[in-house]
């Protein structure tokens, strides 16, 4: 029987890892159709018709196509949310402006520090280029700015928007799977609160039947 | 006026809160100040509070806002929670702004207007031109999308449209605007936005700031 959920883009583009981790937490069937990023397909007509700024992911549910991985996210956490499963707390005004607001910390704070390094460090010698140390290291000086306030935030809740776990942590897991297989992952050695928070973020089952499809590097 | 204070005094306007606004002393540093951090961990601007509410984020902090006063009207349907597939594309079209349309159009306002008045800084042309590509191509999609509906998420106005305010109405102060004119769809829908009494009562307060610091 054909799967209703689609999700357009490799399991490994981290855009489409963030909206395949809300699907595995709600418990929904979904098929992964590839978009092949090195022929272009992404830019095809085809995929343009799902995406039109030629990104990756794009999503289908029934008649729904969607894309942008943060709005697909909120629509599975939100149609698909059953009373173990809340993970946007739209029931409640103040929970979901704190779910709201570390999501938006994720999307324009955290994101902008974290993603240059890994694509420096794994795209790049992909294909065939060589890092830019200089990036990556005005971009780890960034992110331990960036940490200074997670910690502050992990040492008081035990999770981002409080004491329940939200999308606003799992958006996070995208690149810092990533991360956590560079040279860099020690830099978490000095910030023990974040440290513990992505460790229980990877042990979540949902997390870790994604995470076993990645190779290891 | 900061852009992301605007957003969020636009939403405030459209659901006919009352709100005051508390100046941060950007060139006094105010918003490095301990007392600012501790509402904004990052040390920007803006900051919010309602009650024992204390918010940052300006898109948080405005559907926070939306969804408070959910009762109010058409304000209500801002986020179009009641409905999945309309909810869905309001979200879509709100992370756009933000990912695609704010990214190509800020640097042109940062450019041509901020970095000048408030740094004394010659415009960077070759940022301008680089962004004006980029923006270009995001505009070619809003045209496809208005073309086939009257606002972003469908055929009334939403958040999604509202996002667009703060920085757009600078933008029409820089020597670009004219771009808009070879997107008439999406020129007509910008005139169908400001039209609002929120804008305008927001685009008359940020006018006289700019003329304000312009003059400093």
Known sequence: MEAPVKVFGPLLSPNVTRVILCLEEVGVEYEIVNVDFNTGE??????????????????????????????????????????????????????????????DVEAHQYDPAIAPIIYQLILVPMSGGTPDQKLIDESLEKMKKVLDVYEAQLSKHKYLAGDFVSLADLSHLPYTVHFMATPFASVLDSYPSVKAWVHDLLSRPAVQRVISQFPRY | MSTNVARVL?????????????????????????????????????????????????????????????????????LREGDLREAAMVDVWTEVEAHQYNPALSPVVYECLIYPAMRGVPTNQKVVDESLEKLRKVLDVYEARLSKHTYLAGDSVSFADLNHFPFTFYFMATPHASLFDSYPHVKAWWERLVARPSMKKLGATMAAAAAGIKQA
């Open chain 2, 10 to 78: 636009v939403c405030l306007e459209e659901v006919g809160a009352e709100y005051e606004v508390v100046n941060i002393d950007f060139q006094a540093k105010e918003h490095k100040s301990a007392e600012h951090l501790a509402r904004n961990p990052f040390g920007q601007i803006p900051a919010f509070q309602d009650g024992d509410v204390v918010l940052f984020e300006s898109r948080a902090i405005s559907k926070y806002i939306i969804r408070k006063y959910k009762s109010a009207g058409e304000a209500a349907d801002l």
């Open chain 1, 42 to 103: 992404h830019k095809s007509p085809q995929h343009l018709q799902r995406n039109p700024f030629g990104q990756l992911p794009a999503f289908q549910d029934g008649e729904l196509m969607l894309f942008e991985s943060r709005a697909i996210s909120r629509h599975v956490l939100r149609k698909y949310k059953t009373s173990e499963v809340n993970l946007l707390r739209e029931d409640n005004t103040s929970e979901a402006a704190l779910v709201d607001v570390w999501l």
